[in-house]
């Protein structure tokens, strides 16, 4: 089978296959013979179909509105046109890519620096918010022709001098409707309004193609051609498909059970954002499950070393995010587990073919709030899958069976010897037990013995229930109701407290959490609800906080301003002084407080304007809220 472009480890989607187009191949696409030779010794003859049709296109100058997924080779569609129209004599910016998060930014800039490498003397810089400005800075200054970046971090760079857009003649858009969603509309619409608009090309591709994509299209593009590539969507036979319904503030738990009784030999479990795979894995982690986070962050090296781990049986989960994990390749991992459902029907497929390779059976395990049923469903009816729902391990189920393994290793030891170091210990208890001096059996001794062997400490008072998963969607209400929540926060045994910090100090829910737990001593999971407003924010932090760690959390400071963390009494009149006070007199956050998913949406209301056909934000009642990843 002959290699396409679409093959290589950012661009491929194994199990979603873009179509193969058997002419022409690459040197009938008008490419420079330079970029034709790079495109061989990379070992690519055929283009794929989004590839034959955009480039030559892009090369003749037109703009494109392209429709195509993820595995399409839509990098190459618009990175070898890119890298054509590149003077590498001129030390300036003269072109650059929008991409919504800082993986994808990272992973279209090393393709692009790919297809560069073998000829053409051409700089390539990502730029993307969570690092520090000064590589990015000096990389632009050293004179790098091409900036791939997310819509906030190239703001930022802007206002600090450091990126000149004036004689950029090449834009690109990747993913346009993901930047939609993720609330950098007004970003955008500046970063266009100030590129030159003669002889300049731009490129939009969305794997959607609404109304508000249609409309920028019609503002900032001149004639542009319309093309659009499906792909067939097929789920992998040997992987078992399974759901479970689970409120949001019971996941963590529900994941760490489901890892304590797979029979898997490996699993992965895929999240939304960086920030979410690093917090996971600390999670899991601390509930006694060995995790690794893998994300875009993760430089090559230590990624060859964690999935080396993984291939060779010293790691058996990984947390990932969608983009790092692309390319991934082992055959332990018996069990995918989608902690966050994916919003794109192709992601969802993606992920499951990490498992149920080379013949092998695998099972995929989706965890659903009751709100995301639809989307489920929709996923079932594009994949044509049988979904089974599942109920997750209980409790006592799970130290059931981890006392089960515990005896079979028992019988190993056994065999092994040199137990006669214990025979006084035990006699010991016995003769303790005769002389009335503990009313323990032996029996009892060996249950106790056995749940202190499979870590369980007996009841608690934070205890989860033992079933968690919510057969109908009419049982979840009190997951979702948001009536009383004054002193008492919305989860069981939770106050809800006030920190002094909000949205104009450009404060994000990462770094609440980060100070609380830091200085409270909490774990990540003791916090739940966190609403940003637009001077304070309200955190619900399970159980009662001491007076010590208190002290320690009101001291602590977030973006400069010290949190002085204290029990919220409740709104005490309109605007931030006493409460912030919606239309029915209550609080009201953003869209229900700290989301994990990826990036912060657009609100209801954040929309494109109908008149004038412009790429702006309509000013709503929510806060802004922007993340850069």
Known sequence: MRKTMADTPELNTPEIEAEEITAPGFAELGLPDDLLDAVQKLGFTTPTAIQEQTIPTLLSGRDVVGVAQTGTGKTAAFGLPLLAQIDPAKRRVQSIVLAPTRELAMQVADAIKDFAAVSRDIDVVAVYGGSSYVPQIRALERGAQVVVGTPGRVMDLIAKGALDLSRVSYFVLDEADEMLRMGFAEDVEKIAESLPTENRVTALFSAT??????????????????????????????????????????????????????????????????????????????????????????????????????????????????????????????????????????????????????????????????????????????????????????????????????????????????????????????????????????????????????????????????RITVRDERGDRQDRDRGERRERGSMSGSRRYRVEVGHRDGVKPGAIVGAITGEGGLRGSDLGKIDIYPSFSLVEIIGELSSDATSRIYDAEVSGRALKIRLDEGPRGGGDRGGHRSDRGGYRSDRGGYRSDRGDRMSGGERFKRGGDRFDKRRTAAPKRRRDY
């Open 209 to 466: 193609m609404p109304p508000q994509i249609r409309r920028v299209a019609e503002h900032h593009m001149t004639n542009p051609k319309h093309i659009s590539v499906s792909n067939p969507r097929s789920v992998v036979s040997t992987v078992k498909q399974t759901f479970a319904v689970v409120p949001s503030r019971h996941k963590i738990g529900g994941l760490a059970r489901v890892l304590a009784t797979t029979e898997a030999d490996a699993a992965i479990v895929f999240v939304r954002t960086r920030a979410s795979a690093e917090e996971l894995a600390l999670e899991l982690n601390a509930r006694g499950v060995q995790a690794a986070a893998l994300s875009g962050d993760v430089a090559q090296r230590d990624r060859e070393k964690l999935v080396n781990r993984l291939r060779e049986g010293f790691l058996d989960v990984l947390v990932a995010t969608d983009v790092a994990a692309r390319g991934l390749d082992v055959e332990r991992i018996g069990l995918v587990i989608n902690f966050d459902i994916p919003k794109e029907i192709d992601t969802y497929v993606h992920r499951i073919g990490r498992t149920g390779r080379a013949g092998r059976e695998g099972v995929a395990l989706s965890f659903v709030t009751p709100r995301e049923r639809a989307r489920l469903r929709k996923i079932e009816q594009a994949t044509k899958a049988n979904m089974e729902e599942v109920e997750l391990p209980s409790p006592a189920e799970v130290s059931k069976l981890r006392a089960d393994r515990l005896l079979k290793e028992a019988v190993e030891r056994h065999a092994a010897g040199r137990l006669s170091v214990y025979r006084e210990t035990l006699a010991a208890f016995k003769a303790a037990q005769e002389a009335g001096e503990t009313d323990m059996s032996v029996d009892d001794l060996v249950y106790a013995l056995l749940a202190l062997g499979v870590r369980d400490p007996g009841p608690q008072a934070n205890d989860e229930p033992d």
